[in-house]
């Protein structure tokens, strides 16, 4: 519970009244356009007023209209645009801010992907709750963090109470592999560490824990899984962009050119400008496949100092 430790003080001021961007109330003027990036979080987009074109994996090429919402994974590539005028709500986040875990995945539990995503219509009760919240957002009184976070666990009560369990199962599902906080852990930060040793540290594990934790959840130990997320990353990178291929090097961490040049015949058989030219002209370039075993790599990972 939350108190405010500075009564009689401009709310202003206090710490608890600054947002982290949990939930954030956003005007979009038409043709606003967010291009295609992967998502750091995962969210849920309310729409309010207008509409607004989604493409997103889920969601490719559909238009999102007023009392409708969508959720994304954290780790998934979206891309909007507002068609209107847009009033919507983002709430944003890495663990599912809910009044009673247990009860919550209990009621998302959906053993197969759906077949169709659609998007979730607001019913009479979330809608009255997304009206109240936008209210505070417009209010001359400073809103304070601790409410924000409670109006959030609100939406999440309203979702998981008042609507069928499969229709709430499907909404849900893109999250469903990053509900266990290792996972989560995992996608937010495997882009941001140079080693294994970081990468447990970062997480408060010691390396042998860490090491078991992500071979049973993943199959493949930490090294041979974070080199081919790069490898896809990169392959990405060189064929759905115009970045330069400096650029492009210094995003993965490559000290050298050469270096950056080396790994591509590696991973696609060539190097990055004749990846790009070779696409260009039509080839499916894919990544190579790799011949060293899970046992080697394994070996390989407490040789080297860094993932890349």
Known sequence: MHNCPQNGV???QCTLSKSEGTLMLHHFAQCTHFSAEKQSTNFILFIL???MLINSEEYPGMVLHRDEAVLQAIGSKVELLAI????????RFNEVPTLCRTKFYETIKLNDAPTIYTPLKANRKLKGLLDDITHYFVDEVPLCQALVELKFKEIIHVLI?????PVIGTFFFPISTYTESFHYFVMKNYTKIRNTEEFAHLGGYTMTTFRRMFKNLYGVPVYVWVLQK?????LNDLLTTKDRIGV??????????SHFAHFCKDSFGDTPRNVRKRAA???TIEILPRNRDADQEEEDEEMHDGLS
Request: hydrophobic fraction near 25%; aromatic fraction near 10%.
């Open 161 to 165: 109470n008042y609507y069928p369990q």
């Open 248 to 257: 492009i090097s210094g995003r993965y961490g490559f000290d050298s050119l």
């Open 230 to 234: 790069r490898r896809e990353g990169i």
């Open 10 to 12: 401009d709310c202003s």
């Open 84 to 91: 209107t005028d847009v009033v919507c709500l983002m709430c």
């Open 281 to 283: 002209a039509g080839e």
């Open 49 to 51: 007023e207008g509409e």
